[in-house]
Structure formats: C-alpha cells, structure tokens
C-alpha cells in the first residue's frame, strides 16, 4: 500500500498497461494539468482511496481530498475543471455527438474497448471474433479518417484522445487494416507524433508499439 495522498495534491492511480488508464494520462498531459501519475495494481492504492472507491477500478483520481472513477466522468471532469485547451465543443448539439461516439467507442456493448478486451482476456474463439468485429469496425470508418485532420473535428479531441491508446495497441492485439486502411494509419501516425501522447505513455506501453 501506499502512503495516505497529500489532500492539496492532484493524484492519477492507473494501470501501466490498460486503455483506460491510458486515456486519462493522455487527457491530463494533453490538458498539461500538474499531476502525480502512480501507475500500479488496485491492491497497491492507499487505503483512504480504496474506501472512496468501492467499485476498485483504475483508472482512480485524487484531486484535493476527492476521489473520482468512472471513464465519462473523469473525462468530464477534467475538461470542465481544466478549461484549456477544451477536448469538448462548446456548441450543445456537437457536444452531445462527440459525447455519444465517446460511449460508443469505450463503453457500449460490444465498444471497440470492450472488443480489445476480449482480444486480450477472453478464450481463443471469443478473441477471434472480438478480433474481427473490431477490424471490421475500424474499416467501415475509415472515410471519417480521412475527412477532416482529426475524428469528424478540425482540432484534436476527446475522441480522438479515445481512440489513440486503442491505435497503439492494434499490432499487440493481432490486427493488421493492410493497405486499404492508410487513412487510418496516417491518423494515428499524427496522434502518436503529439508530444502529449508519447508524454502519457507508460514503460510497458512503449513496448507494444
């Protein structure tokens, strides 16, 4: 276990190796919020957090005496308590588009993570067909990549901050889009250029790419 956390400071605990955890270290250093990031198991957290957090999930953030969880509301939380630069649009209809590709991509049944995780953790024939489903999914998109420099927005965002820990691991994860998907690969050859990515990056995700 850790050490009780300081109560002024900000406090990321994640998972070295997980998606979601990614895409939180990626909000935050996109975001350049002064942070602690402690990647580590959920049994190593300090027990103050353990409490707060009675679903025991990474990834898990501090910040001045509270304890957050939950993929949409930490995402939310930080780009309304860390304004600048904005990952939401400000217009209410675009904002509950990009919100709704949001949950599509990370949390609805059968989301693209949720598709990564069954490559990784589910039996051969259940990896398989998760391998394939998600192949096929980012192929259907592939025009979207190429229609504007980042996911259906001009300037990068949360979606595209979604989707760049799912990119990364596609080699890892036994996916290979060939030739046809060079939009896609060209997409995220630009999102893993951004000094914010490769800053998120933890020592074990340095290996899978």
């Not at 675009?94 to 490559?119: C, D, V």
Request: charged letters at 30%; glycine letters at 4%.
């Amino acid at each position: 276990m850790l050490p009780k956390p300081n109560p002024s400071a900000t406090i990321l605990y994640a998972s070295p190796n997980e998606m979601e955890s990614h895409l939180i270290r990626l909000v935050m250093a996109e975001k350049n919020i002064e942070r602690e990031v402690i990647n580590l198991k959920i049994d190593q957290m300090p027990e103050e957090i353990l409490e707060l957090n009675p679903c025991e999930i990474l990834p898990t953030l501090f910040d001045r005496g509270m304890v957050l969880y939950d993929l949409h509301v930490l995402t939310e939380y930080l780009d309304e308590r860390f304004p600048f630069p904005p990952l939401l649009p400000v217009d209410p209809i675009e904002k509950a588009e990009k919100r709704l590709i949001f949950f599509r991509f990370t949390r609805a049944a059968g989301s693209w993570y949720e598709l990564a995780n069954t490559i990784e953790n589910g039996d051969k024939k259940e990896a398989d067909e998760a391998r394939k489903l998600l192949s096929s999914g980012l192929i259907e998109l592939i025009p979207l990549f190429n229609y504007q420099p980042y996911f259906k927005s001009e300037e990068f965002g949360l979606v595209d901050a979604c989707l760049a820990p799912l990119l990364w691991r596609l080699g890892a994860l036994g996916i290979d889009l060939g030739a046809k998907a060079k939009p896609i690969n060209d997409y995220a050859k630009k999102l893993f250029s951004r000094e914010a990515f490769q800053e998120s990056l933890s020592e074990v995700e340095k290996e899978l790419n």
